[in-house]
């Protein structure tokens, strides 16, 4: 048997590079709160795969917040990893493991990592933690700085909590963001005498985008299949019944579908890479920002299609309130990373083309017959029209080619059990 994965040896280079001592109880505390956290049976695209990958750098704290950034996932998780939590007692409160508040007393005002921290992600003493937007990446901080802190001076504990705040994906104020954090550096120099100079700031901040554009690279990739795959993962860890192999209704699964569609729908090429201090370059940013566009052009018609694929057989079921997905994957995608050529979304959908299910990317069968048949503007109009909670009715099928509607019935006697 293979031994399991571990980020034992790239966090030991790290820890060395950085002067500090490697052996004992903190590579240990360290390497078990990460490797724990991150292959919790729930996760699927937070894996510690992903962690070591935005880790791959030659700078010693790139590798410790890439390793770090994605420790709590407490709505995927169920709650906060048991290896954070001991590093977490008497600094957040929760009555259900799912929402957290800071504590505000005379010890956590006194705990220089806590207020330190706390300052970076902009949270105010007693504050509940944003459901979205945050919450996972201060725990994560909060978890890792606190192991940190008994060998590491206040600089290496604010460069830690700004490379893991600047991960917090999706923000439109990206500027107002560096700004912030950049005053926010001069305030906890002046509080405890740090000694940062302004360009040592502007180094943790021009640190910290390069982390956090590491952190969403797929969304520029050349190889959309390898993107799709994470898309997929994605969808897995937002789904209880996914992300654990529970069988699924077919209405279930296509408002899963309609939900991934319309949030990659939504998005922008500059809200998600980021840019400080020419770090990127602008012409590398320029790049990432062109290749995104055109990425997210792409699949949101492979999406789109997807949806409709799914709607049909949804549509074409006797009673889909009732009806689950039988014939479908149990493990993650396998679609071939080495198709790189797919830039279409007919040539996408057609990897899955021969498959007798319509299940993720890789089994497409229905999905690549109506992008063969159908144009990307005739499905994005059906699409359009499917509401959030409301059945997908037979009436669908009439709206469709005859033989698309046929062979969405024969998929869903294949795929649906009772």
């Given at each position: 048997?293979?031994?399991a994965?571990?980020?034992?040896?790239?966090?030991?280079?790290a820890?060395?590079?950085l002067a500090?001592k490697?052996?004992?109880?903190l590579?240990?505390?360290l390497?078990?709160?990460?490797?724990?956290?991150?292959?919790?049976e729930?996760?699927h695209?937070?894996?510690?795969?992903?962690?070591?990958?935005?880790?791959d750098?030659?700078?010693?704290?790139?590798?410790?917040?890439g390793?770090c950034?994605d420790?709590a996932?407490?709505d995927?998780?169920g709650?906060?990893p048991?290896?954070a939590?001991k590093w977490?007692?008497?600094?957040v409160?929760?009555?259900?493991?799912?929402?957290?508040?800071l504590?505000?007393?005379a010890?956590t005002?006194?705990d220089?990592?806590?207020?330190i921290?706390?300052?970076i992600?902009n949270?105010?003493?007693g504050q509940?933690?944003p459901?979205?937007?945050?919450?996972?990446e201060?725990?994560?901080?909060?978890?890792?700085?606190k192991?940190l802190?008994r060998v590491?001076d206040p600089?290496?504990?604010?460069?830690?909590a700004?490379?893991i705040?600047a991960?917090?994906?999706?923000r439109?104020?990206s500027?107002?963001i560096?700004?912030?954090?950049?005053a926010?550096?001069?305030?906890?120099?002046?509080r405890?005498?740090?000694g940062?100079s302004?360009e040592?700031?502007r180094k943790h901040l021009?640190?910290?985008i390069?982390?956090?554009?590491?952190d969403?690279c797929s969304?520029?990739?050349?190889?959309?299949?390898?993107?799709?795959d994470?898309t997929?993962n994605l969808?897995?860890?937002?789904s209880v019944?996914?992300?654990?192999?529970r069988?699924?209704?077919?209405a279930?699964y296509?408002?899963i579908?309609?939900?991934?569609?319309?949030?990659l729908?939504?998005?922008?090429?500059?809200?998600i890479?980021?840019?400080f201090?020419?770090e990127?370059?602008?012409r590398?940013?320029?790049?990432?920002?062109?290749?995104?566009s055109d990425?997210l052009s792409i699949i949101?018609?492979v999406?789109q299609?997807?949806l409709l694929?799914?709607a049909?057989?949804e549509?074409?079921?006797?009673?889909?309130s009732?009806?689950y997905?039988g014939?479908?994957?149990?493990?993650?995608s396998?679609?071939p990373?080495?198709?790189?050529?797919a830039?279409?979304a007919?040539?996408?959908?057609a990897?899955g083309?021969?498959?007798s299910?319509?299940f993720?990317?890789?089994?497409?069968?229905?999905s690549?017959?109506?992008?063969s048949?159908?144009?990307?503007?005739?499905i994005?109009e059906?699409?359009?029209?499917f509401?959030d909670?409301?059945?997908?009715g037979a009436?669908?099928?009439?709206?469709?080619?005859?033989e698309l509607?046929?062979?969405?019935?024969?998929?869903?006697d294949?795929?649906i059990a009772?």
């Amino acid at each position: 048997m293979p031994p399991a994965p571990s980020c034992r040896s790239q966090l030991e280079h790290a820890l060395i590079s950085l002067a500090l001592k490697s052996e004992g109880q903190l590579l240990t505390d360290l390497t078990v709160l990460i490797d724990s956290s991150m292959t919790y049976e729930t996760r699927h695209y937070h894996t510690l795969g992903h962690a070591m990958m935005v880790a791959d750098s030659g700078d010693a704290l790139d590798v410790l917040i890439g390793l770090c950034h994605d420790i709590a996932q407490v709505d995927v998780d169920g709650g906060l990893p048991a290896a954070a939590g001991k590093w977490l007692t008497g600094l957040v409160r929760s009555d259900d493991g799912i929402h957290f508040t800071l504590v505000d007393n005379a010890q956590t005002r006194a705990d220089r990592a806590f207020e330190i921290v706390r300052a970076i992600f902009n949270l105010q003493p007693g504050q509940r933690l944003p459901d979205f937007g945050g919450k996972n990446e201060f725990l994560s901080a909060m978890a890792a700085c606190k192991i940190l802190e008994r060998v590491v001076d206040p600089s290496t504990i604010a460069a830690l909590a700004v490379g893991i705040e600047a991960t917090i994906p999706f923000r439109k104020d990206s500027d107002e963001i560096a700004h912030r954090i950049l005053a926010t550096l001069e305030d906890i120099d002046r509080r405890y005498g740090i000694g940062f100079s302004n360009e040592q700031s502007r180094k943790h901040l021009r640190r910290a985008i390069g982390v956090a554009n590491r952190d969403v690279c797929s969304f520029a990739s050349e190889n959309l299949l390898a993107f799709l795959d994470d898309t997929w993962n994605l969808m897995r860890e937002g789904s209880v019944d996914l992300r654990r192999d529970r069988p699924v209704k077919i209405a279930t699964y296509r408002f899963i579908i309609q939900k991934m569609t319309r949030f990659l729908g939504s998005l922008r090429a500059e809200n998600i890479f980021r840019c400080f201090d020419h770090e990127p370059s602008t012409r590398q940013f320029q790049d990432l920002l062109s290749s995104t566009s055109d990425n997210l052009s792409i699949i949101s018609v492979v999406m789109q299609t997807k949806l409709l694929a799914v709607a049909l057989v949804e549509a074409a079921t006797a009673e889909p309130s009732t009806a689950y997905l039988g014939h479908r994957i149990t493990s993650r995608s396998t679609t071939p990373r080495s198709i790189t050529h797919a830039r279409t979304a007919e040539s996408i959908l057609a990897v899955g083309k021969n498959s007798s299910s319509e299940f993720d990317i890789d089994r497409s069968a229905l999905s690549h017959r109506v992008i063969s048949m159908m144009s990307a503007s005739e499905i994005q109009e059906l699409t359009r029209e499917f509401v959030d909670g409301s059945p997908i009715g037979a009436k669908l099928l009439t709206c469709v080619p005859a033989e698309l509607a046929k062979h969405a019935k024969e998929l869903s006697d294949r795929m649906i059990a009772s």
